[in-house]
């Protein structure tokens, strides 16, 4: 184990309208700090969540040990009757609506509901990507943020444990998000946007009560990396974007995707830190992307051996903060 703390910025976010003003602490830390050497973590890393075919298949590489990480969207347990039971975050006099729809008739919607605990129960890791998927986030206020993860809450109650990690739509959310957090439980956010991207660095954050830490949640950055000549974050959407201008066909999106995984894995292994493979259930009909994705589980598999775990969010937590307070106790 190496050296702790690269540096510290001490920064201040005036989070409620009544002007309370919350302190936090922002730490960076290096992965190989906390990572056992000569591992591969893998995180694969998905959301969306409304077609069920691909709950089965999640379900199926859960019985090959592979425990995904499945941020879902809540508006696709409520169904076509019950979507007024949502009420939109920035316009509190209106419900009903969502941008990525509902969750259709009452029978899809009970069984996609039986699949999630059904993967839950299985070992998947099932975290929040809120609600209705709208744009804009970063400009919401306190009480915009807490109206939306109390929904989120409320439309999952039928999870057996309780989400306590996120991935906000489009990436995006400000400060003001900062205490809701608290109050929700929630433990990690994983972004891009808080400051420029370093290979090897997450960022721990501290609310800080004077002096006291009472709380604190990790943000783990997506990996800029470069795609067919192009740099990008590391997520099967931005390739999309870049494949579709482009008119590759399957197999060619296949290829690229792949090569980069297996390079990106190999890093990951030199510099002890966790493989985030992230997708999404649907990709404009393109199932290219999802292709990869199994076609990389199993190679890696064959690669690493007995030299590769994939984890969950939760236990990429479990891993960090624990090693986090044997290192602080040292250091004391
Ligand atoms: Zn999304």
Redo the contacts with the bound molecule.
Sequence with gaps: MGKYLIFLIIFTAFVTSDAFCLTYKKEELKYKDHLKDKMLYVLVTL??SYRTDKWEEIIKLSEENINATVYV?AVYFLNEEEKYRYICPFNAKISGISNVGFGSTKELTDERIGLVKKAQKQGVSIQS?LNG?FEGSSKWSNQMWDLEFKQYFLFTQFLEQKSQHIRF??LEYNYDVYDVFEKYGIRSIVSTITRPYVDGIYTKISVMDDEKVRYFFYEFPISFVKYNKCKTIMMDYNFFVKDKKEQLSERQIMRNVEKLYLKQAKHCFKNNMPLFISH?FFMDGNEAYWKSLKNVTVKLKKIYKNKIKFITIDELYDILSTSDSIMSEEKS
Excluded: V
Aim: hydrophobic content about 0%; proline content about 12%; aromatic content about 12%.
């Design positions: 959301d969306g969207s990507h998927h739509p489009y999404h």
